[in-house]
Every structure is written in C-alpha cells, then in structure tokens.
C-alpha cells in the first residue's frame, strides 16, 4: 500500500529493570505453586522486582535518560512528559512530575494517564496527536510500574504474574511518511470490576482498607483471558485493514505481554506466524504499562526492527481499556 504522511515519530527509546529476579522456583517457596504450572499456564519463567526503597519514578527517569540520549535531545527540550501508570509514586503529585523533577526538563508540561495495560498505548496516540495538532515538538512518554508494591505475595493465582520495570519513547513530528501511521484507543467501563486495585480512592479511601485486600490487584483471571484475547485481537485486525495493510505487511508485533497463551491466541487471530511476534513475558512477566515499551526497546536493541518495518503494538488492561498503534520505522 501506498505510504502516507505521518505526523510523528519515535526517535529514541529506552528502558530500565530492576536487577533483582525472582524465579518461579522461589515464588514456589512462597506460595503453593510450581515453576511447571505457572510455565504451562501463563510462558512466565521470571521477574523482576525492585528493591524497597526504590520508586516507579526512579525507573521511569533511568529509561527517559536512555531514549532522550537515543534521540540526540535534552530533557530542557522537552515540552510534554506522559506516563502511563497505575502504580504511581503518591495519588497526586503525578508520577509524570516526580521525572521531570529527576530530569530537570524544566520546560515541559507533565501528567500521567491511568489506562492500566493499555497506558503506553493511550499515551503515544495522545502524543500523536497533540504532534499532529501543532501543540508540542519534543514529547517523552512512558511506561513505568513497580507492579510488585500492589501484588498479593499470598495470592497464588495473581502473584505469579505480575513484575516491575519501565519503559519510554521520544516522539518528534516526522520528516515524511514514517512514523506512527495510526493508533486505536477503546475502553468498557461496564466490565470494570473484572481487574481492579480498589484501594486508596473515594470507594475505599487510604487507612480504610489495608486489611481486607483492597490494595491488592484483583481479578477474574478467566474473564480478564477471554476479554484480552477478543479485545486485542478487534485492536490489531482493525488497525490493520482500516488502513489497507495486510497481515502479511506487518514485520513485528509487539502485543502486551501479559500471558504466552493470550498472546498466541491472538498472533493466531491475525494470521502472523510466531516468529514475527515479539516476546518477552517468559523474562519480565506482566508489567503492565511498561510492557510494551520495554519490548519495544528490546526488539530494537536486537535488530529485530529495520528501516521502514510496519510494527504493531496492541495492549488490553483493566477499565477495560484497550488499543493498537501501528509505526513505520
Ligand atoms: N499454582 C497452582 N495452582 C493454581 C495457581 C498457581 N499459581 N493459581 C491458581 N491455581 C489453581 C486454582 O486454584 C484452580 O484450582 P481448582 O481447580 O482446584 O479450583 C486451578 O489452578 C485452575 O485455576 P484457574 O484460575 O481456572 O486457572 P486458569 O487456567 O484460568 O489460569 C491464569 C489462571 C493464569 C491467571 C489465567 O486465568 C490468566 O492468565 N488470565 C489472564 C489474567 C491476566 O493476564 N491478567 C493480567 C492483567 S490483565 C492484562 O494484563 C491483560
């Protein structure tokens, strides 16, 4: 298909994780489980888990420093900062303002978007936009999550899936027809109470809840499996016909990376063979917002992305809220 103008493009990337691994081996120490069950049922091998006193802004700020260096920018550039995240340092200020203290990009605007899974997604379509509508040149915006401080360790049917670890892009207006071709943002309010942190909001305000599990993740896991699997695969196979590609143009996919049999069963959907769909879930498992990017970054580092590949990204996460972007390198 013909290639069209693009309005923006990523011109760095980056990510940073913890050191710290926990295997599934001794997560079977903590909880009754085995390394066998939680491979089978869900491809994760490991995660990483940051220290105590460590925060989803300090990952945050070590992946913008690799991307703006990628980029060739400064964070005094900068003119917006986006984080998707629903793990941030404090309710309010955004953790998006905790970066740009750490940055030092005094001249940028800052916020954070909670669409949970889908933040990294509904944070590059809104930069898209905003590039196309004139408004900012030098936009950084992330993932960032230490999925570790809401995680149940006593819960063997969540804790095995969760990690922490961050993730981030520069986007600039771009220079011709390569760049962010389109993205597809949607979300059902109705089936919010399928995957939720009910805690330290109104509902259940902070010194209230501690006791009862309300700052845990909670989730139906077979239902959040069933909607995963249709919404990501409406996202990707929309954005692909709606824009005239084929499944066949497509030279990677970079879904959210939150179970190996979600993710197959979506490749399959799209009829893209295995090989050109990137995973890493086996090393990170799910961290939520920051999965995308910090595959993104990964594949990049391996070569596995060239100039003008047509990449598709496609993430699912609680509100529900999901959503696809397709970029031409
Ligand atoms: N180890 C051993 N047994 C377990 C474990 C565990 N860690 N967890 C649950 N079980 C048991 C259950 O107790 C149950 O036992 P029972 O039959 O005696 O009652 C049995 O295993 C089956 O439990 P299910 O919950 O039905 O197992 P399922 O096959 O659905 O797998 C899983 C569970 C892996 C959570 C799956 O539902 C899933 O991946 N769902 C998607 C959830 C997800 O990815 N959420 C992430 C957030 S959303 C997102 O990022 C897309």
Redesign the pocket.
Known sequence: MKPKRTASEITGMGAAVPEKVLTNFELAKM????DE??RS??GIRERRIAEDNETTSEYGHRAARVALDQAGLSPKDLDLIIVGTVTPDMCFPSTACFIQEKLGAVNAAAFDVNA??AGFIYSLSLADGMIAAGQYKNILILGAELLSRITNWQD???????GDGAGAAVLQPSQGDRGIVKTYIRSDGRLNHL?KMPGGGTIFPPGQEAHNGECF?Q?E??E??RH?VNCMGEAATKIIEENGFTGDEISLVIP?Q??I??IEAVAKRLDVPNERVYINVDRFG?T?SA?IPIALHEAQQRGLINRNDLVLLVG???GFTWGSALIRF
């Open positions: 909880v009754d489980t085995s069950w939680i049922r869900t949970a899974c063997r049917s969540t804790c095995i899936l969760f995957l993740i989730m896991g077979r959040v499996f995963a959210h939150a179970n049999r979600i799910n939520s999965s699912f996460g609680g």
